[in-house]
């Protein structure tokens, strides 16, 4: 799990190394990585909204 | 350089000095607000600047030193982690840097303390029209500059197409309130010097504020395409001294109630003709064309429209009411009761419509006290 | 630069693979028109999208030149404001539906079967008809012109209520064709997706694709993503023009600013899907020109996804002065600065790939660094109108159309040029004739920067987008743009002539046409067989 | 060609295309659910000035005396429609956590019986997160005969946790017409019709 998020991490971040990249595509499992995607995207808007919120203050 | 290629172009477009540009960039404007968007805008016109310097320069200096016309060899590394994270790193923190004052001067903008005075701007097909809120004064700004000068037909005045019939008069010093809103398509209201854009949505109302620093004449336009004549609803603005602001008002007021007298008498055909044909020049015949021949289907003629000749009432209603879901507003509050006689009339006896009738401004009043 | 081209890879030293070794013959089916009209081979498809598209970017392209005509000067000399209106419109339309985003499927389906070893498109009946939905969807738009209240004359972003109550009567037509097109993207992207993630031949993974192929993956799953939702705003806008239904207005209790929150929802990832293919473009082409490995393979890869996850983020900074509460504008404005990151990320790995290299300048190299350079011009106009106060000076002005035909033309447009020049050796045979080529490199580079980039003085001196007519201290940066716009315009010509020059003849181009390059695609003949890898080639991995 | 791809192929190809249809699908339901998204999103955030359209309760709370707030009324109408609406008062200063009364008359000057209803909007936009609506007009359509008239009230109030900076809100109703509109035989003629 926690190498699911690294690399979904990695691909927000957009740098990922390429033995690493790899392995993604070898072992990991297509859907693991959409749901990671979703649920960590959901994150990044809670967040920016956090951030704005408490910028606007 | 740029002096001449600015006068080769203005030689060859035949046109005065006044084409010359005289703004190659954003205004720095009257306002602490257009000031600090101005700063800003500069602060990171500079930093693209810079960091365009060095991706170029890296880029062309590869260009130049790696051709395989002078020999160069391929090399072969493609990937190299720690580098590749430091120039992910090293934006994000270019990026916070720009942030930080971008969110300083919006929270300026957005700030919501009482203000001194309250206007509210109406957008629509295509003029503005301004009132001044708890004051009883509100009127309508439309193009002045003439259809002859879009045409070619005569010369471009210096502020063609940012002229209008009556400016917006706000005082300097003075915190304005500007609540936006719309008849009928959104439309943008834009002063550049004053840093002002907002949206006006129908059905809605929007608000922004301007605290002006120095008196002066200040133009902008419409910045939401709102339909065909969007190029054609300038804005200016005419910001005074706070006395002259509240001399200004104060006169305004006076001939509001000057207009009113006026309704009550009884006015002779002719004078209703000349003053129509003023109002229907500058508020009719951009959709129906001066000679009244409209542009159907949107815009119907009125020369011999047989539906409006026949019933004068029905004439009355669509002017003064305006029609549901099509671009034909309603003018009672935006014409005096003066103004919609004498328009109607002169609709009813120009371009061959020749029903002799005087629509009498006292009609119109009762029908719109009535309201 | 032109005369030190270096020699051109001899014929013998790249002989097709085996499987590249397909041979014509069999081909039964139907001659003439009905051939071409019922095909379901992937590389006449391709040619037919190409064909299209190219139809369609001088269409868009006259209507362009009518409005630049009408800007030359102040005052209006050509056209009513109403028709101006009408072109400026029809000219978004068609570039963004007609030109650009069917140049790129038709890239997708020539190049990407042959990129992955696959012998076809997966659904070869399919890929027939989701083109011939285009000409129809576009022939019905074109048709607005001559109805009754003129063609749309909304803008290409067809804002309500000025698209739904106070539209002309040929907008109808226009949500139908719309539709119509909207469904060929998404079949076209269905098909994509199916045939990148079933037909990769045996022994290639995901990581070894390439960046074309990877680019117009992630396309594939934007378009499924966001088409759906531009089909049901313009559903609506049906709904409340011809059913009474108020969605956008607000007499009803509807909502036009709920028309942009839809639309740009739609709107912003449509943006990408325009030029994620051409990093893909670039990003092949580089490489290859410069004999070197692209730098940082994996890090495209998940540059190019996260640029995809953030576009579901940002929609609401083409709205800035719509009226959003502080913290919406914060919220938007810090996640579309955030786009720069990855974005930057590819600008740096293609500058490196360039360092150190062995670089040569073919015409598709040409454009391709061209792209590098305009579309970073205009990425840093991208990030000034991201921050929200000052957007509200940039906001609808001739800054934003700079920006925006900063990405589009230099940017997508050069892209899909370099693209047709690296590729039309494989699918004539010809090489493109190098002198016309640079010629129409270097007109269509001034002709562009002369176009757009007085654009950006025009916009912050205050002129408004979408106006027939301008004050006077505008008239010099439009009479320079005009000009540019002619000169532009016209080189256009050349590239159509270089086009049809090397299908009819021209230098003979082996299977491996580029010394430097890498794809399956060299593997097969030059000009490719009607029919390829109908048995799947052999891969050795880690060419990337 | 599919008849080439062996059966794996053929059956991942399917696969592949159910997925992506069910994708679209949800996409094309989503597109639609963003319009109730969108409400509940502006009446939760206060997103674009929009109030409720039910009547609220009272919060009970004390008025907070140390500070004003200026309620600004608007009306206006809208093409189309011959009536007028009238706010009794343009402009009440109340304090926070209280509710105020404004009155409002709407008449029909036209010769036809009309409907039609005040829609409401809200600036800052913020603010329509505090203010509630005990009773309003704005809730549903009124309909009047030819010169009749109708008064109706409006009762609010503005709750205490209102942002502090907020010193100034605007409430403007504009009215429009929900019928179809006169019925005119010569439609086509229309003055200002769209044909």
Known sequence: MWRVIKSVLAAFFGVQKESRRHEDFSRGRASHFIIAGILMGLALVLLIALVASLAAR | ?371 | ?544 | ?195
């Not at chain 2, 477009?13 to 101005?38: F, K, Y």
């Not at chain 3, 082996?510 to 048995?535: I, M, N, Q, R, Y």
């Open chain 3, 1 to 544: 630069m032109a005369s030190h081209l270096p020699p051109r890879p001899t014929a013998q030293h790249s002989q097709a693979d085996a499987g590249g070794m397909a041979a014509d013959e069999h081909h039964h089916g139907p001659r003439g028109l009905k051939r071409w009209l019922l095909t379901t081979n992937h590389k006449e498809i391709g040619s037919l999208y190409l064909i299209f598209s190219l139809s369609m970017f001088f269409i868009g392209g006259i209507f362009a030149m009518v409005v630049r005509a009408e800007l030359f000067q102040p005052g209006l000399q050509l056209v009513q404001p109403e028709f101006f209106n009408q072109m400026t419109t029809m000219h978004g339309l068609i570039m963004v539906f007609g030109a650009v985003m069917p140049a790129f499927v038709g890239l997708a389906n020539w190049m990407v079967p042959l990129q992955i070893g696959a012998p076809d498109m997966a659904l070869p009946r399919l890929n027939n008809f989701s083109f011939w939905l285009l000409p129809v969807a576009f022939a019905l738009l074109l048709s607005t012109l001559v109805m009754p209240g003129g063609a749309p004359d909304f803008g290409w972003t067809f804002y309500a209520p000025l698209s739904t109550t106070y539209a002309p009567p040929s907008t109808t037509f226009f949500i139908f064709s719309l539709h119509l097109a909207g469904i060929s993207s998404i079949l076209g992207a269905i098909n994509i997706i199916a045939t990148i993630l079933n037909l990769r031949t045996p022994g290639m993974r995901m990581m070894d694709m390439s960046l074309f192929v990877w680019t117009w993956l992630i396309t594939a799953f934007l378009l499924i993503a966001v088409m759906p939702v531009l089909a049901g705003v313009i559903t609506m806008m049906l709904l409340d023009i011809n059913f009474g239904t108020s969605f956008f207005n607000a007499a009803g209790g509807g909502d036009p600013v709920l028309f942009q929150h839809l639309f740009w929802f739609f709107g912003h990832p449509e943006v990408y899907i325009m030029i994620l293919p051409a990093f893909g473009i670039v990003s092949v082409i580089i490489p290859t020109f410069a004999r070197k490995r692209l730098f940082g393979y994996a890090s495209m890869v998940y540059a190019t996804a996260s640029i995809a996850i953030l576009s579901f983020l940002v929609w609401a900074h083409h709205m800035f002065v719509v009226g959003l509460p502080l913290v919406a504008e914060l919220f938007f404005m810090y996640s579309t600065m955030l786009i720069a990151v990855p974005t930057g990320v590819k600008v740096f790995n293609w500058i490196t790939t360039l360092f150190r290299g062995s670089l040569t300048f073919e015409p598709p190299m040409l454009f391709a660094l061209a792209f590098v350079v305009l579309f970073t011009i205009g990425g840093f106009s991208g990030l000034m109108l991201a921050i929200s106060p000052a957007d509200f000076q940039y906001h609808d002005t001739y800054f934003v159309v700079a920006h925006f035909h900063y990405v589009l033309v230099p940017g997508a447009v050069f892209a899909i040029m370099a693209g047709v020049y690296y590729w039309l050796p494989k699918w004539t045979g010809h090489y493109p004739h190098t002198r016309l080529s640079q010629w129409h490199f270097w007109l269509s580079v001034i002709g562009v920067n002369l176009t757009f980039f007085p654009m950006h003085f025009a916009g912050l001196a205050g002129m408004p987008r979408r106006i027939p007519d301008y004050a006077l201290q505008f008239a010099d940066f439009n009479m320079i743009t005009s000009i540019g716009a002619f000169m532009f315009g016209i080189s256009q010509l050349l590239f159509v002539a270089v086009v049809v020059l090397c299908v009819r003849g021209g230098e003979k181009a082996p299977a491996k046409a580029w010394d430097g390059a890498e794809d399956l695609e060299w593997t097969v003949p030059s000009p490719a067989p009607l029919h390829t890898f109908e048995t799947p080639p052999r891969f050795e991995p880690d060419r990337h």
């Open chain 2, 1 to 371: 350089m740029r002096r001449v290629w600015t006068a080769g172009l203005a030689a060859c477009s035949g046109l005065s000095g006044s084409v010359l540009a005289n703004g190659w960039n954003m205004p720095v404007g009257v306002t602490d607000v257009s000031r600090e968007i101005h700063s800003l805008h500069m602060t990171i016109f500079w930093i693209c600047v810079v960091i365009g310097v060095v991706v170029f320069g890296a880029m062309f200096y590869s260009l130049f030193r790696y051709r395989r016309s002078r020999g160069a060899k391929a090399a072969n590394f493609h990937e190299h982690t720690t580098v590749e994270v430091i120039w992910t790193l090293i934006p994000i923190l270019i990026l916070v840097a720009m942030a930080i004052p971008a969110t300083a001067t919006l929270k300026t903008m957005y700030d919501a303390s009482e203000a001194d005075l309250d206007v509210m701007v109406t957008g629509q097909q295509w003029r503005w029209r301004y009132s001044y809120l708890g004051e009883d004064v509100a009127f309508t700004s439309n193009l002045a500059t003439s259809r002859s000068q879009v045409s070619g037909e005569s010369a471009k005045d210096e502020n063609y197409l940012l002229e209008v019939d009556e400016p917006l008069v706000l005082p300097v010093d003075r915190k304005v309130r500007l609540l936006m809103t719309s008849d009928d398509v959104i439309h943008s209201w834009w002063v550049p010097d004053l840093a002002v854009k907002q949206d006006a949505v129908p059905g809605f109302v929007n608000e922004n504020w301007v605290r002006i620093n120095e008196p002066g004449i200040y133009r902008g336009q419409c910045a939401e395409l709102c339909g065909r004549d969007h190029a054609f609803m300038p804005v200016v603005v005419r910001a005074v001294e706070p006395e002259r602001f509240d001399e200004w008002l104060a006169e305004r007021k006076e001939a509001a109630a000057q207009a009113e007298l006026g309704v009550d008498r009884e006015w002779e055909l002719d004078e209703l003709m000349e003053r129509g044909e003023q109002v229907y020049g500058t508020i009719c015949a951009s959709c129906h064309q001066p000679d009244g021949s409209g542009s159907p289907p949107a815009f119907p003629a009125l020369a011999g429209n047989q539906a409006m000749l026949e019933d004068p009432d029905y004439h009355i209603d669509t002017v003064v009411n305006g029609v549901s879901g099509s671009a034909m507003p309603a003018f009672r509050s935006t014409l005096n009761a003066v103004e919609l006689a004498a328009v109607i009339t002169y609709e009813r006896n120009a371009w061959g419509n020749e029903t002799g009738e005087a629509i009498q401004p006292a009609d119109i009043a009762e029908l719109l006290d009535e309201q």
């Open chain 4, 1 to 195: 060609m599919t008849g080439q791809h062996s059966g794996d192929t053929r059956k991942g190809i399917r696969r592949t295309v159910a997925r992506t249809l069910v994708a679209l699908a949800g996409m094309f339901v989503f597109a639609f659910a963003l319009v109730p998204l969108y409400d509940v999103f502006c009446q939760v955030t206060g997103l674009n000035g929009k109030t409720s359209n039910q009547a609220q309760a009272l919060v009970h709370e004390a008025a907070d005396q140390d500070r004003v707030v200026t309620m600004q009324i608007i009306t206006r109408g809208s093409s189309g429609l011959p009536w007028s609406l009238e706010a009794h008062t343009r402009q009440v200063r109340v304090h926070p956590g209280q509710s105020a009364e404004v009155d409002f008359t709407f008449e029909n000057l036209g010769d036809e019986v009309s409907v039609a209803r005040a829609v409401p909007s809200v600036s800052p936009s913020e603010a329509s997160l505090h203010l509630r609506k005990l009773a309003c007009f704005c809730f549903q359509n009124q309909r009047l005969a030819p010169g009749e008239r109708f008064e109706a009230p409006l009762v609010f109030q503005l709750t205490r946790d209102l942002p502090d900076d907020i010193k100034t809100v605007t409430l403007v109703y504009t009215l429009y017409r929900q019928d179809a509109g006169p019925s005119r035989e010569n439609g086509t003629q229309a003055l200002g019709g769209d044909a």
